[in-house]
């Protein structure tokens, strides 16, 4: 995919008024996305757990039903487990919106053609999932609003962003997972 929008400036653009909302980011770069533009101890990185960004969030969003989870996650590696929409649907934690960044590629493991790239609907998915509230965007124009909605608490809701298949500075948080993990909770719930 040659065309598309720019991966970093769509997370950037998103997470300019994201104040206490929770944030779970997909293995690989939304990690690098996010730690570049907004990193925060509210933000919770997963490293070396490939296809579970989604179900992290949905299990945050069903423990915390009073605050905005945001997943943030590429294609594939939400079609890794896309079972987990069929959950999200059953469940239907409105708190929850996931923000996938579909470049079309399997960026992590060598840049190999996703399943998107074959004609896979991710929104389409989420819908038949039970997801009623999922729509791709191509436009920038459309992010003020999909920002506003990913905190609205009226989801659950996926926004599909179709994004260009290129490379950005890579910014990682500490490799600890431990580290990770305490700072979020203690951001979360305080010390403990």
């Known amino acids: 995919m040659s ?13 300019e008024r994201i104040d206490d909302a929770l944030i779970v980011t997909g293995l690989g770069s ?18 070396g757990a490939m296809g579970l960004g989604t179900s992290v969030g949905l299990g945050l969003a069903l423990s915390q039903p ?20 069929a959950t999200i649907g059953v469940k239907a934690p409105r708190n929850l919106s996931i923000v996938v960044l579909d470049n079309e590629r399997f960026g992590e493991t060598g840049e190999q053609i ?4 074959a004609g896979i609907d991710i929104a389409g998915i989420a819908r038949a999932s039970g997801i009623l509230e ?21 989801g659950p809701f996926v926004a599909v ?32």
């Not at 065309?3 to 997470?15: D, N």
């Not at 939304?30 to 490293?47: E, K």
């Not at 298949?165 to 403990?192: D, I, N, T």
Request: glycine share 4%; net charge positive; aromatic share 4%.
């Open 66 to 85: 009073e605050r905005a989870v945001i997943v943030i996650t590429g294609d594939a590696e939400l079609m890794m487990n896309s079972g987990a929409l």
């Open 114 to 117: 996703s399943h998107t790239a």
């Open 161 to 192: 962003f179709k994004v260009r298949a290129e490379r950005s500075p890579v910014v990682m948080p500490p490799k600890s997972g431990v580290v990770l993990k305490s700072r979020f909770r203690e951001a979360l719930l305080g010390q403990y």
């Open 30 to 47: 939304p990690v690098s996305d996010v730690m570049a533009t907004r990193d925060r101890p509210l933000n919770f990185y997963l490293l």
């Open 134 to 154: 999922a729509e791709a965007i191509r436009d920038m124009d459309r992010l003020p609003a999909i920002r506003q909605r990913l905190t609205a608490r009226t």
């Open 3 to 15: 065309e598309g929008l720019s991966r970093r400036a769509v997370v950037a653009k998103l997470l």
